[in-house]
């Protein structure tokens, strides 16, 4: 029920004086439960849940299901090289502290963490050439300079003068000279007015692609190789499901999608 206080396994066996395995396989063998990780998602105000709605009636009005499948989505991701730890997950059982250390027990972990951002775009036919990022940040001229250029070239090989180009209110994309390149260039652009805020789910690269792209030991190498093991039915179905989370949308009167 909804405000019932959280009790872990763990604790849940101390106070009924049984073991944890005991209380584990009552809730998974006898009622049927299994353990979820609590899911992040973007806060939505009423006002973007507002936004939401319009935009997805917007593209219901004015995009045919052909002309949604002609749009470029785009995203950038920062990686971490050195990847995610997590401790709790990670335990080594041992009779003391230096055959722990003897067995692998010290992780040693760099200072100033490795990180690269990436762009990519996705579209019912494939994913763009991958843009590395490998020093500095990204303002709005490098974003003109090194990444505008490239999903233009991309967008028009594929679609021509049918192609629509989608980014999100990230600064980069949201700058005056950013807006005027894309409506000066693209065939159709989805701009800063129509594209809502706090959107993850509306974007096939956020809901579907980056989970199929993982970091290795060569991050930037591993990168490219991951993009290009992208299935084509796996960003063809994310395309094609997109006017369907539309109407899901406003169907759940703009609140996140699961």
């Known amino acids: 029920m909804k405000g019932r206080k ?11 004086g049984i073991s944890r395995t005991s209380v584990q396989r009552v809730l998974s063998d006898d009622l049927g439960l299994h353990a979820y990780k609590i899911q992040n998602e973007p806060l939505l105000t009423d006002e973007h849940k507002e936004k939401r709605i319009q935009f997805a009636n917007w593209i ?25 730890y997590n401790s709790q997950n990670d335990r080594i ?17 760099r200072k100033f963490l490795q990180k690269v951002m990436v762009w990519l775009g996705v579209c019912s036919k494939g994913v763009s050439p991958l843009v590395i990022f490998e020093n500095g940040t990204v303002d ?16 028009n090989d594929i679609f021509g003068s049918g192609l629509t180009y989608q980014q999100d209110g990230a600064m980069p994309h949201t700058h005056t000279k950013t807006q005027e390149w894309c409506i000066n260039n693209f065939p159709c652009f989805l701009d800063k007015d129509h594209w809502p805020p706090n959107s993850l789910d509306l974007n096939p690269l956020d809901y579907c692609i980056w989970d199929t792209v993982t970091s290795k030991k060569t991050l930037i190498v591993a990168l490219k190789r991951a993009v290009h093991k992208v299935s084509q039915d796996a960003v063809f179905e994310s395309c094609s499901s997109w006017i369907n989370r539309l109407y899901r949308l406003v169907q759940n009167k703009g609140n996140y999608l699961k």
Request: proline share 1%; with cysteine.
């Open 6 to 16: 959280r009790v872990s396994s763990r604790k849940l066996a101390r106070e009924l």
């Open 60 to 84: 219901r009005t004015n995009f045919r299901k052909e002309d949604t499948m002609k749009i470029l989505f785009s995203d950038e991701k920062m990686f971490d090289i050195d990847g995610v």
């Open 93 to 109: 059982w041992s009779a003391n502290c230096s055959e722990v250390d003897a067995k692998g027990g010290i992780r040693q972990k």
């Open 140 to 155: 709005h001229d490098r974003y003109v300079k090194e990444v505008l250029p490239i999903a233009l070239k991309y967008g």
